[in-house]
């Protein structure tokens, strides 16, 4: 964040601890709604339980992020919980196939998205780079475990991607502001 003013250089690293801990709410939320349609008898539905159990870990550390450094949270939280759930929920009913697309287009935007921030900050808050760092790495094997399930198998794969990709855009610029 070199050549920022410092006010700039803190609503940026704000903006970024309040999106990230609206996306992993948000992650939290998609999986909560898939295990409460697949159960938790199945091979996928014990590795979605996995994945969500990392994302609760993720959002913790932002929830303590947030009361620590006195950041807003998104107002839209709210919104993400039924989304988030619906999404989950939708996806898991479609079948498990659709269930592990939903993961491949959520941690695609969100290894984009965290690789970004990773640049951004450069070496200007060492706590919230190792964080991100670490959950990028996570998120990526969420996104292959779920590749290997058969992602690519789901019905109109490539819409359905879009479609979450799309989403995932939209909640991360709208989080980073609202």
Partial sequence: MSGWK???A????????????????????IYAGQLAVMGDRTPVA???????????????????????RGVRPTLLQPFWNVAGFALGAV???????????????????IDKHYADQLVELGDSDPELSAAVLDFQAEEVEH????LAAGAETAI???????????G???????????
């Fill in 143 to 146: 996104k292959k475990a779920a």
């Fill in 168 to 178: 995932c855009r939209v909640a991360i610029a709208t989080a980073k502001r609202i």
């Fill in 91 to 109: 996806t898991a009913a479609i079948g498990p196939a659709a269930a592990m697309a939903c993961t491949v287009a959520v941690e695609t935007e």
């Fill in 10 to 29: 803190k609503r940026a690293t704000h903006s970024m601890i309040r999106v990230d801990q609206a996306g992993e709410y948000g992650a939290t939320r």
């Fill in 46 to 68: 014990r590795a979605i339980a996995g994945m969500a159990n990392q994302e609760e870990r993720h959002r913790a550390f932002f929830d303590a992020m947030i009361a620590e």
């Fill in 6 to 8: 410092p006010g700039d």
């Fill in 156 to 166: 109109a794969y490539p819409l359905l991607s879009a479609v979450i990709r799309l």
